[in-house]
């Protein structure tokens, strides 16, 4: 099949390149755009059986509003003393300049008593803002607020910083936007440079660039017309992560292709001899690789979490359109450029000798049994970082700390819990009929004597809740003693204060829990639900593509095992690098997915090509021992080269400076790296070899072909 496609592409590229590019023509012309279905609320991405889903709704039928933005301005002394009569006057008034300032998207500006610490050294004005806290527009009417609020407070002994997920989000803005281009940059410069290092040609290293940018410019818009058409919501961070997504594995199928096609040159094929044989070769690999992550990035529809789900068409679109190009654009490109896509380097031309992977290939066929003690324990001792594995949901922590957002938190901390940013709010409902006011007032207070709650918000009226004009449904806004975002608010919100809110709730009413704590209790719930669903399905379904390329039980069966044990050792060694030597409270709850999908997922191909290099081998007559050494040989260059790419592309975000990217960027870039020099360049082939013929099994994938054995070709290394 795909040796017909080879010939096919590589007689026609002219047709085959016109085609591609009417494709892109139109798409770009008619489809919508991503940002017209992403959406970047969690609470919107859970199911609606959960209970901050139901709080929620509960809360725009009775007070109009379902998570709707605010702002909070904390002001302090300068001193940080107990402020003065003079003081809170001067706060009223701010509240009063800013209410009438008739700011964009501020309905309501409010301030008190009421909202002052109980040792008077911190009072707070609240900002009701209209919209979602992901609207852009919010982001001006924080400043508008900043520059008023320095006007009407110059002068005094007073100071102030505008906090809160709007402040945070205009705050942060700047920096992940900073670390974006940084990142940007790097990879296109590490790709670059890393492929001109392998090649010597500046075509070999421009290829990929070009190429996921142009299905990155169609890959968008077939996403959205599938948003639209099947009615799902898109996470906003699915164009980052797809683009992300087509650099690691169009480079991988590229590097794949090029590798063979510069091999055949050198074995003495004529180029188009040699770039049909390389398509004919590569074209199984690539179609089974992005199989397998096709499969794994489609097996997150299973997921509870919407967020997750948003990755899957998304992803597997852009995965499937990165390997027709692999195998039909590339191609196509290639032959018409010949052996000059390698210019102006020669080395396509000559033999290289006594390589270093020749040499990685005797010493693995001659002492398969220590090379798979060695790699496999090298993964088994990081994999035991997971001993001490936590989630870390503050998203506040892994932002910047020099801003005025966080600044905001620090004033905060000097007369409230760490929770009055954020409340916990408490739904009560009627069965029928109003509340009662008594009952209330009581039911606040049994909820304020749970562990763990620092207070209760007051009212418009002084009263520990509000209610809504009919009166049967009220809200009482509680202050956790712990940051919104951290485990114990989540432990706290998600069980005993639930359990004490329904228990405790008036007679002839229900009680619901909300509020930031509550919603991320419900996503940490969600998530480990799909984690606990996703990784076996996604390992079964790739094991069954393994088995058909394969046609065997037993290989599939300890690839995906290698897989597993990958997984585990990139996330052991993050939590020893980020909680134990860098002492953090825990790791982004987002990571175990997100190395989910870039090293379980992309990390597969690698196996995918080792493993087939040693089907090849085998099938040529050799022994088990000498096809592990000629698959290392042969293929541990592009394994290797691919590697280094992508692991380096990852390893850019280290320069981000944004606590969420450095995570991410340090596992992914270990896991690509385990994933390529450890699991896949020796792992995978000394247990093949010191399996033998029973790897096989029932099949015959190793059984030597008819006729004469191919000679032994030297390793194609740049």
């Known amino acids: ?132 806290g992901d609207d852009p527009a919010l982001v001006d009417a924080v400043k508008d607020i900043r520059t008023n609020a320095t006007s009407e407070l110059k002068g005094s002994d007073l100071e102030y910083a505008v906090t809160g997920q709007v402040a945070m989000q205009a705050d942060n803005s700047d920096a992940f936007d900073t670390a974006l281009v940084i990142v940007g940059a790097a990879t296109i410069a590490l790709i670059i440079g890393l492929l001109l290092l392998i090649y010597r040609s500046p075509l070999a290293a421009l290829l990929p660039v070009i190429t996921v940018g142009l299905v990155s410019t169609i890959a968008p818009g077939l996403v959205a017309w599938l948003a639209q058409a099947l009615d799902f919501q898109v996470d906003q961070s699915v164009q980052i992560v797809m683009t992300i997504v087509l650099f690691g594995v169009g480079t991988d199928y590229i590097v794949f292709l090029l590798f063979r096609f510069r091999e055949r040159l050198r074995a003495g094929d004529d180029p188009k001899a040699a770039l049909i044989a390389a398509v004919a070769r590569v074209g199984e690999v690539i179609a089974s690789a992005a199989a397998a992550i096709i499969i794994a990035f489609m097996a997150l529809l ?161 009263a520990p809740f509000t209610t809504n004009k009919a009166g049967d449904i009220a809200r009482i806004d509680l202050l956790l003693d712990t940051s919104p975002y951290a485990n114990a608010s989540l432990d706290l919100a998600g069980g005993p204060l639930r359990d004490a809110a329904h228990e405790r709730a008036p007679d002839g009413a229900k009680a619901y829990v909300g509020g930031l704590s509550s919603v991320f209790a419900d996503v940490r719930d969600a998530n480990n639900r799909d984690l606990w669903v996703i990784f076996p ?114 390893g850019s975000m280290l320069l981000a400076g944004v606590s969420f990217l450095m995570e991410m960027g340090f596992a992914v870039s270990l896991g690509i790296l385990l994933a390529a020099f450890v699991m896949s360049m020796f792992l995978v082939p000394s247990v093949t070899a010191l399996l033998g013929h029973a790897a096989w099994w029932p099949g015959h994938g190793d059984r030597a072909n008819t006729g004469p054995t191919e000679h032994r070709e030297p390793a194609p290394v740049a």
């Not at 299973?302 to 998304?314: E, H, I, M």
């Not at 398969?368 to 970082?385: E, F, K, T």
């Open 1 to 132: 099949m795909f040796e017909r496609l080879g010939r096919l592409v590589v007689h026609n590229p002219w047709k085959v390149i016109a085609g591609w590019v009417l494709v892109t023509i139109a798409i770009v012309a008619f489809a919508p755009t991503l940002s017209d279905v992403t959406n970047s609320d969690q609470a919107n991405f859970l199911p609606s059986d959960y209970e901050s889903v139901q709080a929620g709704d509960l809360a725009k039928d009775a007070f109009g509003q379902n998570n709707q933005a605010t702002a909070t301005i904390v002001v302090k002394r300068q001193d940080s003393q107990v402020l003065t009569g003079g003081d809170q006057t001067s706060v009223g008034d701010l509240a009063t300049a800013l209410d009438g300032a008739r700011i964009d998207h501020v309905e309501q500006v409010v301030t008190g008593k009421q909202f002052l610490s109980k040792n008077q050294k911190v009072q707070l004005v609240n900002i009701e803002l209209r919209g979602r």
């Open 302 to 462: 299973l997921a509870a979490f919407g967020a997750f789900t948003s990755f899957g068409p998304g992803l597997s679109i852009a995965v499937a359109l990165m390997a027709i190009a692999a195998v039909t654009l590339i191609p196509a490109v290639v032959s018409l450029l010949s052996t000059k896509v390698f210019w102006p380097s020669k080395s396509w031309q000559r033999v290289p000798k006594g390589s270093v992977f020749q040499r990685l290939g005797k010493f693995t066929g001659r002492r398969p049994g220590v090379v798979a003690i060695a790699s496999g324990g090298v993964m088994v001792a990081l994999a035991l970082g997971m001993i001490g594995f936590n989630t870390d949901y503050d998203q506040t922590g892994q932002l910047p700390s020099d801003t005025e957002s966080a600044r905001g938190l620090d004033y905060m901390a000097l007369g409230f819990p760490s929770g009055a940013l954020n409340p916990t709010s408490v739904y009560v409902k009627a069965d029928s009929g109003t509340l009662d006011q008594n009952a209330l007032t009581k039911y606040a207070q049994a909820l304020q004597d749970v562990p763990g709650v620092g207070g209760a918000m007051p009212g418009p009226t002084g």
């Open 537 to 650: 399905v996604a390992g079964v379904l790739i094991a069954l593509v393994l088995g058909l390329m394969l046609r065997s039980l037993v290989a599939p069966i300890y690839l995906m095992v290698a897989v597993v044990l990958g997984f585990f050792s990139t996330m052991g060694a993050t939590v020893i690098a980020f909680q134990g030597i860098g002492d953090r409270p825990g790791v982004s709850f987002m990571l175990p997915m997100l190395v989910y999908l870039f090293v379980v997922a992309i990390g597969t191909d690698y196996n995918i090509l080792m493993i087939a290099r040693l089907r090849e081998e085998a099938k040529k007559g050799h022994d088990p021992r000498t096809a592990a050494d000629l698959a290392v040989e042969h293929g541990g260059p592009s394994v290797g080269a691919a590697g280094v790419i992508l692991a380096g592309t990852f």
